[in-house]
């Protein structure tokens, strides 16, 4: 539950919010309890075919007359000499007695002037006084749940962004690490299971309890001794409910892993549906899709088996009170006795009214507490899904930022590696002991077979991820003691498959420079040789939406709003990653035209296996199991690198 109370924490931030729940449910409950109180009056009042002044006046004449008959009985026992303990309970009742008596006299000049003076009289004001109460206990009741849905949706509100702050800076490491579909579980099912505890713990925990502690206090102030009497099997029924939601709680979080993985199913099918439908993967797809939503049915019933028991359990006890306040309450009334078993229940025998208002209290305490059975299995849930939302919140970024960031270089002079090892996972180096030196200004194109390190130490270079040992460098700076937002604003990518956004043409290209006007996107555009298209072809113009990924883009098209995002960032180190491998003949030629203007003075990195692209570099390193085996220009290497000679005669099926 630590967790669960840390998103509580958030939200005790809305002070007024928070003060206004608790007088909202702290006037329903008092409202709840005055309604179960007109009872009394109907009973003793109105049922008896009497007004409240003349019930009054009754009730004065009958109090002097016990007040007269016990006093003549305490001076009889003193002349007796009985015992003290004797003579004292007598005197109680007295006491007890003149204070009732006073309280009576007090209220008759108002209830002779204002209230009514016969008994149907009386009862339409009883009832009216009830509907009234109702009535503002409902008005109430709306502006408790309003402020209830505000303090849990902007308490969520704050969670969310947090959380997806903190998602969006970890590495790119971790995203392969952390499943689409677990994370967006986490976002909006458990997000979600988290708002409904919230709404649940502010709302019918503070508001029911309170309900069910105005009903007690009624009830204690006709009588607390018989209500702790009643009140003795409830310990019991908090030992079973305090077991069942530890089992609930680890049910639920099962459950939410169950969801999680259904919904990385649903993502991995849609995602690679072409593939599906080529090798006729449908039922496979079904039977993997059957296997969850059975595994999730069945976490799902095992909470609602457990979730069942509570509302017995409450129901139970509830009941268990009202029984045994009606044997003993009826012992009481109806043998007008103030002991039960010896024990002193009351001063003054009850009457049938307080007896039965005594009842009507203890079942208006039994509605909250019925109430607060669904509580438990949806405040367990939030606990688990609270659990959850934590365990990645609290996460720390594994390339994270210095505290301490020095002042980037004014121009990069040099890109440096130094001695870089790194690996994914500790025992499987993917870089040893790289060292490279790119001057500004110079192209590079890096070459080596599928899985020699290339890409992974494109990555590098932008801090997507840090080295185990050894520098990255710009100048003589290393990369981790600057800000790794003043790195990328340096570095531009295109990678493979070009990146864009289920939005609009400007939106994708203006997210190179979210500053950069129209015009300035109009002629980054035109540079990529991409303004002809967007104008010409798309429906919208600028304004078409791409869909998602880009899908209503063709590869070449996509490729050339990505060249155009990047030109507008205007890096000083662009880094292609297989630019223009997946893309037609006709696009990979513009690209490379465009490329070849761009790159002017400019330094760039291409990660590559095709020699039109190579063609555009200064320089050309190739790489072999994490290391960097030759290095010069393509003219040096035709003469004496086996694979360099490969890709120049269109051949790499022995590197693959």
Same mark, same amino acid.
């Given at each position: 539950?630590?967790?669960?109370?840390?998103?509580?924490?958030? +939200?005790?931030?809305?002070?007024?919010?928070?003060?206004?729940?608790?007088?909202?449910?702290?006037?329903?409950?008092?409202?709840?309890?005055?309604?179960?109180?007109?009872?009394?009056?109907?009973?003793?009042?109105?049922?008896?075919?009497?007004?409240?002044?003349?019930?009054?006046?009754?009730?004065?004449?009958?109090?002097?007359?016990?007040?007269?008959?016990?006093?003549?009985?305490?001076?009889?026992?003193?002349?007796?000499?009985?015992?003290?303990?004797?003579?004292?309970?007598?005197?109680?009742?007295?006491?007890?007695?003149?204070?009732?008596?006073?309280?009576?006299?007090?209220?008759?000049?108002?209830?002779?002037?204002?209230?009514?003076?016969?008994?149907?009289?009386?009862?339409?004001?009883?009832?009216?006084?009830?509907?009234?109460?109702?009535?503002?206990?409902?008005?109430?009741?709306?502006?408790?749940?309003?402020?209830?849905?505000?303090?849990?949706?902007?308490?969520?509100?704050?969670?969310?962004?947090?959380?997806?702050?903190?998602?969006?800076?970890?590495?790119?490491?971790?995203?392969?690490?952390?499943?689409?579909?677990?994370? @967006?579980?986490?976002?909006?099912?458990?997000?979600?299971?988290?708002?409904?505890?919230?709404?649940?713990?502010?709302?019918?925990?503070?508001?029911?309890?309170?309900?069910?502690?105005?009903?007690? *206090?009624?009830?204690?102030?006709?009588?607390?001794?018989?209500?702790?009497?009643?009140?003795?099997?409830?310990?019991?029924?908090?030992?079973?409910?305090?077991?069942?939601?530890?089992?609930?709680?680890?049910?639920?979080?099962?459950?939410?892993?169950?969801?999680?993985?259904?919904?990385?199913?649903?993502?991995?099918?849609?995602?690679?549906?072409?593939?599906?439908?080529?090798?006729?993967?449908?039922?496979?797809?079904?039977?993997?899709?059957?296997?969850?939503?059975?595994?999730?049915?069945?976490?799902?019933? *095992?909470?609602?088996?457990?979730?069942?028991?509570?509302?017995?359990?409450?129901?139970?006890? *509830?009941?268990?009170?009202?029984?045994?306040?009606?044997?003993?309450? *009826?012992?009481?009334?109806?043998?007008?006795?103030?002991?039960?078993? +010896?024990?002193? @229940?009351?001063?003054?025998?009850?009457?049938?009214?307080?007896?039965?208002?005594?009842?009507?209290?203890?079942? +208006?305490?039994?509605?909250? =507490?019925?109430?607060?059975? !669904?509580?438990?299995?949806?405040?367990?849930?939030?606990?688990?899904?609270?659990?959850?939302?934590?365990?990645?919140?609290?996460?720390?970024? !594994?390339?994270?930022?210095?505290?301490?960031?020095?002042?980037?270089?004014?121009?990069?002079?040099?890109?440096?590696?130094?001695?870089?090892?790194?690996?994914?996972?500790?025992?499987?180096?993917?870089?040893?002991?790289?060292?490279?030196?790119?001057?500004?200004?110079?192209?590079?194109?890096?070459?080596?077979?599928?899985?020699?390190?290339?890409?992974?130490?494109?990555?590098?270079?932008?801090?997507?991820?840090?080295?185990?040992?050894?520098?990255?460098?710009?100048?003589?700076?290393?990369?981790?003691?600057?800000?790794?937002?003043?790195?990328?604003?340096?570095?531009?990518?295109?990678?493979?498959?070009?990146?864009?956004?289920?939005?609009?043409?400007?939106?994708?290209?203006?997210?190179?420079?979210?500053?950069?006007?129209?015009?300035?996107?109009?002629?980054?555009?035109?540079?990529?040789?991409?303004?002809?298209?967007?104008?010409?072809?798309?429906?919208?113009?600028?304004?078409? =939406?791409?869909?998602?990924?880009?899908?209503?883009?063709?590869?070449?098209?996509?490729?050339?709003?990505?060249?155009?995002?990047?030109?507008?960032?205007?890096?000083?180190?662009?880094?292609?990653?297989?630019?223009?491998?997946?893309?037609?003949?006709?696009?990979?030629?513009?690209?490379?035209?465009?490329?070849?203007?761009?790159?002017?003075?400019?330094?760039?990195?291409?990660?590559?296996?095709?020699?039109?692209?190579?063609?555009?570099?200064?320089?050309?390193?190739? =790489?072999?199991?994490?290391?960097?085996?030759?290095?010069?220009?393509?003219?040096?290497?035709?003469?004496?690198?086996?694979?360099?000679?490969?890709?120049?005669?269109?051949?790499?099926?022995?590197?693959?």
């Amino acid at each position: 539950m630590q967790n669960f109370f840390r998103t509580v924490k958030i +939200g005790l931030q809305y002070r007024l919010t928070i003060i206004g729940i608790i007088a909202c449910s702290l006037l329903v409950a008092l409202f709840w309890s005055a309604n179960i109180g007109t009872i009394y009056p109907m009973v003793e009042v109105v049922f008896q075919g009497k007004s409240i002044p003349a019930y009054l006046d009754s009730e004065i004449i009958t109090l002097e007359d016990s007040i007269a008959e016990k006093t003549a009985v305490v001076t009889r026992w003193e002349s007796e000499q009985r015992s003290s303990a004797e003579i004292q309970f007598v005197e109680s009742q007295i006491r007890d007695a003149i204070r009732s008596r006073d309280l009576k006299q007090s209220f008759i000049p108002f209830a002779r002037k204002w209230l009514p003076s016969t008994p149907f009289d009386t009862l339409v004001l009883v009832i009216v006084a009830l509907m009234v109460g109702t009535l503002i206990k409902c008005s109430l009741l709306m502006a408790n749940i309003i402020l209830v849905e505000r303090f849990s949706q902007r308490s969520m509100l704050t969670l969310r962004n947090e959380f997806y702050a903190r998602t969006l800076n970890m590495s790119v490491g971790s995203f392969s690490n952390d499943r689409t579909g677990e994370l @967006m579980s986490r976002f909006t099912n458990d997000t979600e299971a988290l708002t409904m505890g919230l709404k649940m713990l502010i709302g019918k925990t503070v508001r029911e309890p309170l309900k069910m502690i105005a009903c007690l *206090g009624g009830a204690a102030f006709i009588s607390w001794r018989l209500l702790l009497l009643c009140l003795i099997v409830t310990p019991i029924a908090g030992l079973m409910i305090g077991i069942l939601s530890k089992a609930l709680k680890r049910s639920n979080k099962t459950a939410m892993q169950s969801m999680a993985a259904m919904y990385e199913l649903i993502g991995d099918t849609f995602k690679s549906i072409i593939a599906v439908k080529a090798f006729n993967g449908e039922e496979y797809e079904q039977h993997r899709f059957r296997t969850a939503t059975t595994r999730y049915y069945q976490h799902v019933m *095992g909470i609602a088996k457990f979730n069942s028991l509570t509302r017995p359990t409450t129901e139970i006890a *509830g009941m268990g009170i009202v029984a045994l306040a009606v044997i003993c309450g *009826g012992y009481l009334v109806l043998n007008q006795q103030t002991h039960l078993l +010896g024990i002193q @229940m009351s001063i003054n025998p009850m009457s049938h009214g307080e007896m039965m208002t005594f009842f009507a209290f203890l079942i +208006g305490a039994s509605d909250p =507490m019925r109430k607060m059975a !669904d509580v438990f299995n949806l405040v367990q849930r939030s606990a688990a899904a609270a659990d959850r939302i934590y365990e990645m919140l609290d996460r720390l970024p !594994d390339v994270p930022d210095t505290q301490h960031p020095v002042t980037p270089p004014q121009k990069i002079e040099r890109l440096v590696l130094d001695k870089v090892r790194f690996a994914y996972d500790e025992s499987n180096l993917v870089l040893t002991d790289v060292s490279l030196v790119i001057p500004a200004g110079q192209i590079v194109a890096i070459i080596g077979p599928n899985g020699c390190g290339k890409s992974t130490l494109a990555k590098l270079i932008p801090r997507f991820y840090d080295p185990q040992s050894g520098t990255v460098a710009f100048n003589d700076i290393d990369l981790t003691t600057l800000k790794k937002h003043d790195v990328r604003a340096r570095v531009g990518l295109v990678t493979q498959n070009a990146i864009l956004f289920d939005d609009t043409v400007m939106n994708n290209l203006r997210y190179g420079d979210r500053q950069a006007t129209d015009d300035q996107i109009y002629a980054a555009a035109k540079q990529a040789k991409a303004h002809a298209f967007i104008t010409q072809e798309l429906d919208d113009g600028y304004e078409t =939406m791409v869909g998602e990924s880009g899908g209503k883009l063709s590869g070449g098209q996509r490729q050339r709003i990505a060249l155009a995002r990047a030109i507008l960032c205007d890096p000083e180190i662009m880094v292609l990653d297989e630019a223009t491998s997946q893309i037609d003949l006709e696009s990979e030629q513009i690209i490379l035209r465009v490329l070849r203007k761009f790159f002017a003075n400019r330094t760039a990195i291409l990660i590559t296996h095709q020699m039109s692209t190579i063609e555009l570099a200064d320089r050309v390193i190739v =790489m072999d199991k994490g290391q960097i085996i030759d290095d010069g220009t393509a003219e040096q290497l035709l003469n004496r690198c086996p694979f360099f000679q490969r890709i120049a005669q269109g051949d790499l099926r022995e590197s693959a």
